[in-house]
T-cell receptor, first 114, second 115 residues
Framework: SQKIEQNSEALNIQEGKTATLTCNYT??????LQWYRQDPGRGPVFLLL?????KEKRKERLKVTFDTTLKQSLFHITASQPADSATYLC?????????????FGKGTHLIIQP | ETGVTQTPRHLVMGMTNKKSLKCEQH?????MYWYKQSAKKPLELMFV???????ENNSVPSRFSPECPNSSHLFLHLHTLQPEDSALYLC??????????????FGSGTRLTVV
């Protein structure tokens, strides 16, 4: 069965350091992978999309890598700030294409300590 | 505001009640979605609409009934719910049915409590 795995443990990072979050998947052949941020009691907010033919994507302090051989994406936040504290979700489009919507991982709760 | 507005933000209902959740987007998006988010669980896709046509029903119990009267509005009608249906219900939209261009835009959700 298709599975998306994110580190379910909270990740504590010191302010100013780089936070690295992992998303692993099985039984998918995704054309692209997405990352979202979710704050408590709010809906997810789209951050970045990376396609299968892209190794790396950057947006300001965010960087995403995508390794289709390892079936893994890494999400980095450089120069982390307490305001970056949130849950980060990775998402893949299901094998049926857009009609099946996106499937999300459980998310990793990131805590940036001052 | 994200451009996707959900009302109400909070709802408490009894198991015999009938209520509706409303979602509205004016982003010009062609696809809309209902997701359920329970504590400690990933988002669960419930329904997918593209150009007002339902294209997916993920084996959702019939006590949940979606309606999409036009491309800007989406409803989720609720009746005879169970306490385990208590969750955050999220509406999302995307420019195209595939989110492969610019992702989904989510509303802030409706926190539903069934008593």
């Amino acid at each position: 069965s298709q599975k998306i795995e994110q580190n379910s443990e909270a990740l504590n990072i010191q302010e100013g350091k780089t936070a690295t979050l992992t998303c692993n998947y099985t039984n998918y052949s995704p054309a692209y992978l997405q990352w979202y941020r979710q704050d408590p009691g709010r809906g997810p907010v789209f951050l970045l999309l990376i396609r299968e033919n892209e190794k790396e994507k950057r947006k300001e302090r965010l960087k995403v890598t995508f390794d289709t051989t390892l079936k893994q994406s890494l999400f980095h936040i450089t120069a982390s700030q307490p305001a970056d504290s949130a849950t980060y979700l990775c998402a893949l489009e299901n094998s049926g294409g857009g009609a099946d919507g996106l499937t999300f991982g459980k998310g990793t709760h990131l805590i940036i300590q001052p | 505001e994200t451009g996707v507005t959900q009302t109400p933000r909070h709802l408490v209902m009894g198991m015999t009640n009938k209520k509706s959740l409303k979602c509205e987007q004016h982003l010009g998006h062609n696809a809309m979605y209902w997701y359920k988010q329970s504590a400690k669980k990933p988002l669960e896709l419930m329904f997918v609409y593209s150009l007002e046509e339902r294209v997916e029903n993920n084996s959702v119990p019939s006590r949940f009934s979606p309606e999409c009267p036009n491309s800007s509005h989406l409803f989720l009608h609720l009746h005879t719910l169970q306490p385990e249906d208590s969750a955050l219900y999220l509406c999302a939209s995307s420019r195209l049915l595939t989110g492969g261009f610019d992702g989904y835009t989510f509303g802030s959700g409706t926190r539903l409590t069934v008593v």
